[in-house]
T-cell receptor, first 117, second 112 residues
Framework: GAVVSQHPSRVICKSGTSVKIECRSL??????MFWYRQFPKQSLMLMAT?????????EQGVEKDKFLINHASLTLSTLTVTSAHPEDSSFYIC?????????????FGEGSRLTVL | SQKIEQNSEALNIQEGKTATLTCNYT??????LQWYRQDPGRGPVFLLL?????KEKRKERLKVTFDTTLKQSLFHITASQPADSATYLC???????????FGSGTRLSIRP
């Protein structure tokens, strides 16, 4: 099956610093990638939809200047949490789809746990 | 407003029994519905997809039903095993949207 790799799996940073998380589709070209955050015992909250070569579409309430998304190629999308604060601590997960109409299976990365001190 | 609800936050059943999880939705017309499994600290893993014109789908010990009249999907695991213990998420997608919306999940525990 298709593999999505996410890096780093865990990161601890000081308040005020920026953290970059990478999401790569290893064996397929991802037409669209999605970024989610998940709090303990809660479901995935979609943050933004990212298409290669175009600006990301952010969900309501998600600050685009806070969570910078870059989708430079069909196999790589990055999420940068800028000036991170403790309330940004969460589990961030990316997913990718091969289906241009996005009507099929999502392939998820393993997630990145961010802890902001 | 659109809402997706999974029947219970947690479900605890005896090994060997059939586990049944429920996903209900309101103010939504999904073109398809998916079920995912998520283990602690890991990303979700796709299990099954069922489309609006399908009533039932099976895959090994898994069975999914989709009732667009009741606006409900049932997810069954037969002959459950402790290894089936995980959180199960339902997700809905429409033909007009480019994103899939997830339910809050049901944490299933199978006791030996």
């Amino acid at each position: 099956g298709a593999v999505v790799s996410q890096h780093p799996s865990r990161v601890i940073c000081k308040s005020g610093t920026s953290v970059k998380i990478e999401c790569r589709s290893l064996d397929f070209q991802a037409t669209t990638m999605f970024w989610y955050r998940q709090f303990p015992k809660q479901s995935l909250m979609l943050m933004a939809t990212s298409n290669e070569g175009s600006k990301a579409t952010y969900e309501q309430g998600v600050e685009k200047d806070k969570f910078l998304i870059n989708h430079a190629s069909l196999t790589l999308s990055t999420l940068t949490v800028t000036s991170a604060h403790p309330e940004d601590s969460s589990f961030y997960i990316c997913s990718a789809t091969r289906d241009r109409a996005n009507t099929g299976e999502l392939f998820f990365g393993e997630g990145s746990r961010l802890t902001v001190l | 407003s659109q809402k997706i609800e999974q029947n219970s936050e947690a479900l605890n059943i005896q090994e060997g029994k059939t586990a049944t999880l429920t996903c209900n939705y309101t103010n939504y017309s999904p073109a398809y519905l998916q079920w995912y499994r998520q283990d602690p600290g890991r990303g979700p893993v796709f299990l099954l997809l069922i489309r609006e014109n399908e009533k039932e789908k099976r895959k090994e010990r898994l069975k999914v039903t989709f009732d667009t009249t009741l606006k409900q999907s049932l997810f069954h695991i037969t002959a459950s095993q402790p290894a089936d213990s995980a959180t199960y998420l339902c997700a809905l997608g429409t033909s007009s949207a480019s994103k899939i919306i997830f339910g809050s999940g049901t944490r299933l525990s199978i006791r030996p």
